[in-house]
């Protein structure tokens, strides 16, 4: 099993462009969380799921946004990037019931200039 | 409102020393607290929960809800213990975690 995987592990973008961070995970699990880190900062709830078609807002929305057509992939959509957006992007995921330990991806580290 | 505090960013420590990582929290209802670790160019991934009550690596931590806090600790820290540790709580059924800002524990030969 690969895990939880990300791409791209790097990326640099401009203001107001767009992208989408890719994640996988081959475990079957039923949630997914996407959580972003900034420097000497704890990792903050962006959006997560509960399965396939469901997704909800955590503590840090704003300016992105998610799908979860299948239960593999939940990608992460920014649509006009912005410097605040400068971050570490981690995606994890757990399955449900169990004892809620989520697995995590490398990360994909993103600057807007 | 939930939150979790980790006063410490960084603790430096020599080889064979006792460590203590300290964890506070705030939540209302009956918490359930995780220990995550991040070595170096490696993912963060779960060290131990409160909940199984184990040692891992030879750390533990035991929760306090009187003092609301679940701090970490190694009786004998090792050079490979060197990390970023970060406590987290978790608030719903759902899973959804609150992150202290993290703790980078070195360890000096």
């Known amino acids: 099993n690969a895990g939880v995987t990300q791409t791209p592990k790097f990326r640099i973008l401009k203001i107001g462009q767009s992208m989408t961070l890719q994640c996988t995970q081959d475990m079957n699990h039923n949630y997914m969380y996407w959580y972003r880190q900034d420097p000497g900062m704890g990792l903050k709830l962006i959006y997560y799921s509960v399965g396939a078609g469901i997704t909800d807002k955590g503590e840090v929305p704003n300016g992105y946004n998610v799908s979860r057509s299948t239960t593999e992939d939940f990608p992460l959509r920014l649509e006009l990037a912005a410097p605040s957006q400068t971050s570490v992007y981690f995606c994890a995921s757990r399955p449900l019931g169990g004892d809620r330990e989520q697995f995590f991806g490398p990360g994909t580290r993103l600057t807007v200039l | 409102a939930q939150r979790v505090t980790q006063p410490e960013k960084l603790l430096s420590v020599f080889k064979g020393a006792p460590v203590e990582l300290k964890c506070n929290y705030s939540y209302s209802g009956s918490p359930e607290l995780f220990w995550y670790v991040q070595y170096s160019r490696q993912r963060l991934q779960l060290l131990l929960r409160?909940?199984s009550r184990e040692s891992i690596k030879g750390f533990t931590a035991d929760l306090n809800k009187g003092e609301t806090s679940f701090h970490l600790k190694k009786p004998f820290a090792q050079e490979e213990d060197s990390a970023m540790y970060y406590c987290?709580?978790?608030?719903?059924?759902?899973?959804?975690?609150?992150f202290g800002q993290g703790t980078e524990l070195s360890v000096k030969p």
């Open positions: 987290a709580l978790n608030w719903d059924q759902g899973g959804k975690l609150i």
């Open positions: 409160h909940i």
